[in-house]
């Protein structure tokens, strides 16, 4: 049973930072890519970063330079650090892996001006 569940989303404002936890069970995650995306209201769903099994990361646009995506195999457990935090950045954030199989429950991040 595969089990993603994010979480560290909240109001932040302007030029703040989150850290996005996503901890997963029921796969083995030293072996799967993870991903993180978000969808805005009256959006669509985006890439916002992934990252490979040994370490190669890729990043939106958008997000290039302000983000960082990371894993702890041994906690099972990947991570988005988001700083310098802009209101176009407010979504639900998910985690997914499997290339699009699983996906978590998302976490809401919401950045006033």
């Known amino acids: 049973q595969v089990q993603l569940v994010e979480s560290g989303g909240g109001l932040v404002q302007r030029g703040g930072s989150l850290r996005l936890s996503c901890a997963a069970s029921g796969v083995i995650f030293s072996i799967n890519a993870m991903a993180w995306y978000r969808q805005a209201p009256g959006k669509q769903r985006e890439l916002v970063a992934d990252i490979t099994t040994i370490g190669y990361t890729n990043y939106a646009d958008s997000v290039k330079g302000r983000f960082t995506i990371s894993r702890d195999n041994a906690k099972n457990t990947a991570y988005l650090q988001m700083n310098d935090l802009k209101p176009e950045d407010t979504a639900v954030y998910y985690c997914?892996?499997?290339?699009?199989?699983?996906w978590g429950q998302g976490t809401q991040v919401t950045v006033s001006s």
């Open positions: 997914s892996t499997g290339w699009g199989k699983y």
